[in-house]
């Protein structure tokens, strides 16, 4: 793999929150989700620009549920909502605090928060609808700053990082998943996302080492 220089390439911390680590084990806790901080800051090295991303939930939003059979499922009215869930990364809570070891969101080069209306409920990082239709302004500030490929890490892989990853490559980025900054639900669900992303072009690297040691334009 080749890379070409820094200014062409922004790191992507996609919702690398407590919410979803065993820090709030009421929430929606990932294995290891805690364990990524270190592998988020060495991919950010080779990058000219960090981006990143924050889930920001109401506890009263419509897809919130207690029931634990309903969790994931689908169900809830409405055209930007897919699944239930319990209540999570609400704002003034711990859930909704970035992983200890993260710079604080406004240090971020760019930075969304998704989901803060009650009907909405976004996986991916760059539109706040399903439908894809209401960018929330991180695909025209990267297209701006002449940014071509972008390394994405975080929470969950099956879930928000597949989301955000798919949305960035069907938009013309050339994405590079670092597996070592990222952590998923369940390792079946994990490996549906691996394999669908690397089928439709998404790049997947170990970890952050295999990146830093390219340069030049990514081949292959």
């Not at 710079?103 to 803060?116: N, R, T």
């Not at 969950?156 to 490559?169: F, H, I, K, P, S």
Request: charged share 20%; aromatic share 6%; proline share 8%.
């Amino acid at each position: 793999m080749k890379l070409p220089d820094k200014g062409s390439i922004a790191s992507f911390d996609v919702d690398a929150q407590c919410t979803f680590t065993p820090n709030c084990p009421d929430e929606l806790p990932v294995e290891g989700g805690d364990e990524i901080v270190e592998e988020l800051n060495a991919q950010a090295r080779p990058a000219g620009w960090r981006v990143g991303s924050k889930d920001a939930h109401s506890p009263q939003a419509v897809w919130v549920t207690e029931d634990p059979d309903k969790f994931g499922q689908p169900g809830v009215e409405g055209p930007n909502v897919e699944e239930h869930w319990p209540v999570h990364a609400v704002p003034g809570t711990r859930g909704f605090e970035l992983l200890p070891g993260l710079p604080a969101p406004i240090d971020y080069d760019f930075f969304v928060w998704k989901g803060v209306e009650l009907d909405l409920h976004p996986n991916g990082a760059c539109f706040h609808d399903l439908a894809e239709t209401r960018s929330t302004g991180i695909i025209e500030w990267l297209r701006a700053r002449g940014v071509s490929h972008v390394i994405v890490g975080g929470l969950a892989t099956d879930v928000c990082v597949r989301a955000t990853a798919l949305q960035l490559n069907d938009n013309g980025f050339k994405v590079i998943l670092n597996q070592a900054a990222c952590r998923g639900i369940t390792p079946a669900s994990t490996r549906q996302a691996l394999a669908e992303m690397q089928d439709k072009g998404v790049r997947l690297v170990a970890n952050a080492a295999e990146i830093e040691n390219a340069s030049g334009p990514v081949t292959g």
